[in-house]
């Protein structure tokens, strides 16, 4: 199937699965950061931990910086309409070229104004989040300013709640919102953190967009997760989510280099 091929079908199917990803009990989930472009490293992921009994979570970014964003994002569409259940693909800023123009845009400048309002459109439907029963709640930045996990499937694309998922940093800092985003990147303290975090009753949060933050923060209730070599020394690394371990925080996630 030619690439563009891939991008009807699988906005059918994201237009289906919705915003919000509830995960499966009962099997391990494999979390994966940011891949921006090393193709190599989803490789290395798939064959890995494209099992039966496994189902595996990219927390979004796999596009630009790196040296095949276009074959990448292919192999995750691929992938993702031959094994709808197992694989699925969260939104991190760089899928969001239809909200509003960013950089480093290799990617995106690179398909010219033919072919980039199709793949906007389709990377715009893109499931915002995905919760685990043990509590555990996958996104690719911050955390929504939302009363109940429910209300992901209705935060809108474009939105204040939509940049803190996408956009938001975090810091390991007293306070509520640090910056609120000048320059688009909202940045949000511990005190913003324990408040939304104890109000959906979260154990762990699994994000990426960070490749130098400390890997555990708040307590070691935050995992960050990059799975890519398109910084050059960052390492590629996973989370993985085992049935049969017990879950209190974010370190009880079984995290491995690729």
Not at 84 to 98: D, I, Y
Not at 206 to 214: D, Y
Not at 240 to 253: G, H, I
């Amino acid at each position: 199937m030619d690439r563009k091929e891939l991008l009807a079908p699988a906005a059918v199917l994201f237009r289906e699965q919705g915003r919000l990803i509830r995960l499966p009990e009962g099997q391990t989930i494999v979390f994966v950061g940011d891949t921006h472009g090393d193709r190599e490293g989803t490789e290395i992921v798939l064959a890995r931990y494209l099992l039966p009994g496994h189902v595996i979570v990219f927390l979004g970014d796999y596009v630009d910086r790196g040296p095949d964003s276009a074959g990448n994002l292919a192999l995750l569409l691929q992938t993702k309409l031959s094994h709808p259940q197992r694989l699925f693909l969260l939104m991190g800023n760089h899928e969001a070229w239809a909200a509003s123009p960013f950089t480093p845009a290799d990617f995106w400048e690179g398909l010219g104004p033919q072919n980039a309002p199709t793949y906007a459109e389709t990377l715009s439907l893109l499931p915002f989040a995905a919760y685990h029963p043990r509590r555990v709640l996958a996104l690719h930045g911050a955390l929504p300013d939302v009363a109940s996990l429910e209300e992901i499937e209705n935060v809108r694309f474009g939105s204040a709640n939509w940049r803190k998922i996408t956009w938001g940093d975090w810091a390991d800092a007293a306070g509520y919102v640090l910056d609120p985003g000048s320059l688009g990147r909202p940045t949000f303290g511990r005190d913003y953190f324990r408040e939304i975090s104890s109000r959906l009753g979260l154990r762990a949060l699994l994000r990426s967009h960070q490749p130098f933050v400390p890997t555990y923060l708040f307590g070691d209730r935050c995992l960050t997760l990059f799975t890519s070599k398109a910084y050059g020394g960052s390492e590629r690394r996973v989370a993985l989510l085992r049935p049969e371990k017990s879950l209190r925080s974010a370190r009880d996630l079984e995290l491995v280099s690729l």
